[in-house]
């Protein structure tokens, strides 16, 4: 270019040169020619010269996205929101009632409304994930669900008929579907910030509606979990799994990195939730306002192992204490509760009325086994004292969780013991009582390079639980046992189905008078990620 540039010089030059010789009167408009000339060949080097500077640029730009590619993360994003991914899942059920006892109305699971009589295809969840880091030391996580609904609406939990048949026993054969309550309204699942105290990020503090660092299965995404829904033993600690409240967590930066690998290669791992953990928060439940004055306290202690041959086994402790405000209504009660002769009701035995909670704050307990409260002007019927107030019902618990993460073979087993709320015998009160349960589940993982079927999780999974149902309208104690042969495929990273026969022997907890039911179903869902 250069050389081109030189030769139109000499040639302006050589005809500036002739023009002068051949044409001497003319000399003023030449020199006007040359120096026009001149301009427009300075132009054209200044052009020449941006040119070479933008494709030098240009190259450099594609050598450092290149390079960005490889190291397998993108150039940094130079605004805020372009920090912020977006993802989500929905999943889809349906379930049929293979058998059931007499007591078909009281076919309820608290954890899934599609299960029950006449029940087919429901929205279980549909999740969209707000989530990113905004700087070196806050990261932001937002989740709605959009398959929500009120509580206690959009369920096909039965009023119990309360005509007394076969004397005095009222087995509650008959029931309604009162509750025409729309479904899948859009609810808060998550709204927190992790604040990072260091460059490596292992101290870091949780504010805002998150998951209680308590239990392994509690912790699961349930876009990850195997099983349908958790176990009611570990699960009844918190509804939702989530409260409002701060947390701490300290994660070593090795473990960090062992915690996301867990989830990300498809082990059914829990997250990043601490090796060590310790948080405040209401205790009421999530999206629920706080009633007392009390917090609850939880810890948490966790520690994956890695053998040689790449297994992992995690080991965890924890537990939490505080009050909880149970939530009342009126009930007839009856005796039996949590069995199948629960609504027996014996002569002179007290009318409908709401339960005493015998608590700190809520007055005098009085005499509420053996007749009836003076209090009221009707006949037989009896009226609680003080059923909003006080400060609530001791609410403490211990678990242990043992993880062997499925390399091909895995297994979850987790126990906790404590005490909480719960309905008396005569379902006239309620007090701190004793609870215990948990479960055992057993797994396997195989990949199908043969055919290309996909992922396949054959499971099995036993649970027991004997405690109040704290969560539930009037705390009733609940008698589980339940047993659940089931498979997971995943034909495609997008895709997955499970189907699982479930036997149960529950109580339903949803409705008085708290009866045993034993059913078989299956139960089937399809999932599907973005």
Known sequence: ????????????????????????PAAADTASEIRALKARLSK??????????????????AVAGAHAAAAGSPPPPQHWYERISLRGYTQMRYNATLQAGPFYNDLVDPADRSVGPRQNFLIRRMRLIFSG????????????????????????????????????????????????????????????????????????????QSKIPYGFENM????NRLTLDRNDAINSCCRDERDLGLFFYYTPKEMRHLFRDLVKNNLKGSGDYGMFAFGI?????????????????VMRFTYPYVFENGQVVEASIQGYTGRFVPFTSAITPSLFGGSFLAGFRPPGYPGAGIPYVNAPGYGSLGNYTLGVYPSSTLTNVWVAQAVNGGQGVKDDRVAVSAIVYPQPFGVQAEWNWGRGPVLNATQTGISSGGLNGGYILVNY????????????????????????????NNAPLSRLYEWDFGVEWQPLPEVEFTAVYAKMDRTNVLAAPYRQFHADLLRMQLQWNY
């Open 44 to 61: 054209l080097e200044a052009d020449e010269a941006r040119a070479k500077h933008e494709a030098k640029a240009a190259a450099q730009h």
């Open 281 to 297: 928060y209401n205790g009421q439940g999530a999206n629920r306002v706080e009633l007392n004055k009390n917090m609850h306290a």
């Open 133 to 208: 880091d905004i700087s070196d030391h806050l990261y932001i996580y937002i989740q709605p669900d959009f398959a929500s609904s009120p509580n206690q609406s959009f369920s096909p939990a039965p009023t119990l008929a309360t005509t007394a048949i076969f004397g005095a026993f009222n087995p509650g054969l008959f029931g309604t579907y009162p509750n025409n309550g729309g479904g899948n309204f859009a609810q808060l699942r998550d709204a927190y910030a992790d604040i990072y105290f260091d460059k490596d990020k292992e101290f870091r503090v949780r504010a805002g």
């Open 445 to 472: 993982k195989y990949e199908d390079k043969d055919f290309g079927s996909g992922v396949w999780f054959p499971f099995v999974k036993y649970q027991y639980f004997k405690g109040g149902q704290k969560f539930e």
């Open 220 to 223: 699961q995404s349930s876009q």
């Open 1 to 24: 270019m250069k050389l081109r540039v030189g030769q139109r010089a000499l040639a302006i030059a050589a005809f500036g040169f002739l023009a002068t010789a051949s044409a001497t």
